[in-house]
Structure formats: C-alpha cells, structure tokens
C-alpha cells in the first residue's frame, strides 16, 4: 500500500527541467516559483508555500557562474582562432548564449534546490 500512495503523490509532477524553465511550485504546480527570470519570489501566489524559506543559499550560484564563462570563453577564443570571424558577429553570437545559458542554469540549480528542500521536508513531516 505505501508503494502505491509514493507513487500517487509524483505521478504527473513535472521533471526538473521543466520545473525550472516553467517555474512550477513544487506543492501545488502553478507557475509562480520566480518573480523575475532567475530571482525565486517569496511565496507562491496560488498555494502561498514559503519559497524563500526553501531557496538554497546563493554560495554555489557565483561559482557555476563563473564556470559557465570560463566554457564560454573558451569556446569563443577557439571559434575566433578557427574562423576568424568579425568582432560584430561575436557580439552577435556570444552575448544572448551568455545571458541564456547563465540565466538557464541559475533557474535549474535554484529549481533542484527548492524541490529537493521541499521533498526533505514532506518526508520529515509527521504522518506524511
């Protein structure tokens, strides 16, 4: 019986990463875990769940920042030593995959930490 009310209570949650890119409470599955595109809001708006609360620290966030342009950097110097392509065209390219894959991983690594904050929290609750 346990077995089956486990597998009743995620059937039909979303996976992280549509978690993360639609921003869906992990209590009641509104879209309303962000306030701005990578700022988690205080509450939830439909269920009133304390974010905040399960928000994990930012230590991590600059780190994975600064990995994120280290790729990138990387990746721009190699492209510009093989083709050899326009400063303009750089800008072009570099600057909307910065802000996307930065902005990106901010939202998957603060979605994991809400989710697996509030998981520990459903499974310590008496009589959950």
Known sequence: MPESAGSHETK?????????LFGICPQCGARTVFAAPAMVADHCRAC?????AL???GRLNG???LAI???LITLAFGLDEALRPPLWLHAIVWAPL???????????AKMAGITRAFLARKSGEPGA
């Open 12 to 20: 039909g949650q979303p996976g992280i990463v549509r978690a993360a």
């Open 48 to 52: 009133g769940l304390d974010l905040a």
């Open 55 to 57: 928000e994990p620290s």
């Open 63 to 65: 780190l994975m920042t």
């Open 69 to 71: 342009a280290a790729l």
């Open 98 to 108: 910065t802000i996307g894959s930065v902005l990106g991983a901010l939202r998957l």
